[in-house]
């Protein structure tokens, strides 16, 4: 079955980058547009950006220019690197593959001011 496992994530200060990890196993990863969602406390699941399996990319308007997709099809892996991180960037943040219903646990990001 579809297994995904996010990682990278943690505290920093505001200003500061993280570079989030997702590996997946159990589907044709090369073949999958892979994105990136977050849930901060309180708020609605959201969505941040998603890579297709053509390489083309696409970001929410809250983290363009600041944040980067990117894929390595050898290893499964989908990253998010992240840069100039805010308050409101806290939350936790899950990969999903864009044909599949599973989700990951997620990994938690916390932005201090």
């Known amino acids: 079955q579809v297994q995904l496992v996010e990682s990278g994530g943690g505290l920093v200060q505001s200003g500061g980058s993280l570079r989030l990890s997702c590996v997946v196993s159990?589907?044709?990863?090369?073949?999958?547009?892979m994105l990136w969602y977050r849930q901060g406390p309180g708020k609605q699941l959201e969505w941040v950006a998603t890579i297709f399996n053509g390489g083309s990319k696409s970001y929410a308007d809250s983290v363009k220019g600041r944040f980067t997709i990117s894929r390595d099809n050898a290893k499964n892996t989908v990253y998010l690197q992240m840069n100039s991180l805010k308050p409101e960037d806290t939350a936790v943040y899950y990969c999903?593959?864009?044909?599949?219903?599973?989700w990951g646990q997620g990994t938690q990001v916390t932005v201090s001011s």
């Open positions: 159990g589907i044709i990863f090369s073949r999958q547009a």
């Open positions: 999903k593959a864009g044909t599949q219903a599973t």
